[in-house]
């Protein structure tokens, strides 16, 4: 089947822009979470949907904002741009939901799309 | 709160000697610890997953990771590294009461297999 998939991949910006990144998670996946991920702080979580709704959500600025359609599709946008933002901007999708005997939907493992590359000029 | 250490940014191996990535963590209750692969420009890929059971949990193409409760540890292996294994390593933890799409990842390792 087919597995993350991530729009654009690659994008180049300028300070006080704004970029909408997309992400289709594998077909029955319910739950997109996305991280950024710099040489400097490694890879962070942003947030994460589920049944379109945010559930959890990681030390970002307000700038930074995520939604979820009923197809489980996922954007995040991040507004008015910074140079720090450059990043790889991955998003992960998971069936939270786990089969008998995996230990719990803790155990459910994320599948990462090949990520957004941002530059931000 | 959880956290996840890679002591070595780059471990130097050569091509068929064996290979350890290392990785400890710190939880409150019982992690759920998981091994990552990154080739670049690429996203990152699943390696292999400790849930509970077994110490010794067995992976994608040939990795193999001990989990060691005393000290906290979960140190990815292989038998015999190859030139291809070149790229960057991440250990992440959940703790198992926690059902959501956040990992705690470590800061990576780069692997580098030299023929």
């Known amino acids: 089947k087919a597995g993350v998939t991530q729009t654009p991949r690659y994008l180049i910006k300028t300070r006080g822009q704004q970029v909408t990144l997309s992400c289709s998670p594998i077909s029955g996946h319910r739950s997109v979470s996305w991280y950024q991920q710099t040489p400097g702080q490694g890879l962070q979580f942003l947030f994460e949907y589920f049944s379109e709704t945010q559930r959890n959500k990681g030390n970002f600025p307000g700038r930074f904002s995520g939604r979820q359609f009923s197809n489980s599709r996922s954007e995040m946008n991040v507004s008015t741009l910074e140079l720090g933002d450059s990043a790889l901007y991955l998003c992960?999708?998971?069936?939270?939901?786990?089969?008998?005997?995996?230990?719990?939907?803790?155990?459910?493992?994320?599948?990462f799309g090949a990520g957004s590359r941002l530059t931000v000029l | 709160a959880q956290s996840v250490a890679q002591p070595e940014d780059q471990v130097n191996v050569a091509e068929g000697n064996p290979l350890t990535v290392k990785c400890t963590y710190s939880?409150?209750?019982?992690?759920?610890l998981f091994w990552y692969v990154q080739y670049p420009n690429r996203g990152l890929q699943f390696l292999l997953k400790y849930i509970t059971g077994d110490n010794l949990v067995k992976g994608s193409y040939g990795f193999e990771a001990e989990f060691n409760k005393s000290q906290t540890s979960f140190h990815l292996k292989k038998p015999s590294a190859l030139v291809s294994d070149s790229a960057l390593y991440f250990c992440?933890?959940?703790?198992?009461?926690?059902?959501?799409?956040?990992?705690?990842f470590g800061q990576g390792t780069t692997l580098q297999v030299k023929p």
């Open positions: 939880v409150s209750g019982n992690p759920y």
């Open positions: 992440a933890v959940r703790e198992e009461i926690f059902n959501t799409g956040k990992l705690i």
């Open positions: 992960a999708s998971s069936f939270p939901r786990a089969a008998a005997g995996t230990g719990g939907s803790g155990a459910n493992v994320l599948t």
